[in-house]
């Protein structure tokens, strides 16, 4: 499967931001598809993931509350939505796809990845 990742950008602290993330090729619905972010300096951290058997979403604790993801089998998308957005969330964002939801925190299990949006956020 392809991913490709959009929406990023430059926005002030307490801001909003919508990332996409489009995918292509074999089923969508089989993956777990997850949001990663990695800041300069930092490792790849996971920020959300949405399962599709049995359907249930997942934050990282820094975003609970803030972020929500969902995801449009039809259309082969996955969004995140971004809210009250703080400097700490400056990060390239990923968006990665994985065949099982064991672990889905871990972004070694990942099979696949967008090439990632810069989200700016500041102060």
């Known amino acids: 499967v392809q991913l490709q990742a959009s929406g990023g950008g430059l926005v002030q602290a307490g801001d909003s931001l919508r990332l996409s993330c489009a995918a292509s090729?074999?089923?969508?619905?089989?993956?777990?598809i997850s949001w990663f972010r990695q800041a300069p300096g930092k490792e790849r951290e996971f920020v959300a993931t949405?399962?599709?058997?049995?359907?249930?979403?997942l934050y990282a604790d820094s975003v609970k509350g803030r972020f929500t993801i969902s995801r449009d089998n039809a259309k082969n998308t996955v969004h995140l939505q971004m809210n009250s957005l703080k400097p700490e969330d400056t990060s390239v964002y990923y968006c990665?796809?994985?065949?099982?939801?064991?672990?889905?925190?871990?972004?070694?299990?990942?099979?696949?990845w967008g090439q990632g949006t810069q989200v700016t956020v500041s102060s």
């Open positions: 990665a796809a994985a065949n099982y939801d064991r672990n889905y925190y871990l972004a070694a299990l990942y099979d696949y």
């Open positions: 090729g074999r089923t969508f619905s089989n993956y777990v």
């Open positions: 949405t399962i599709w058997a049995p359907s249930r979403s």
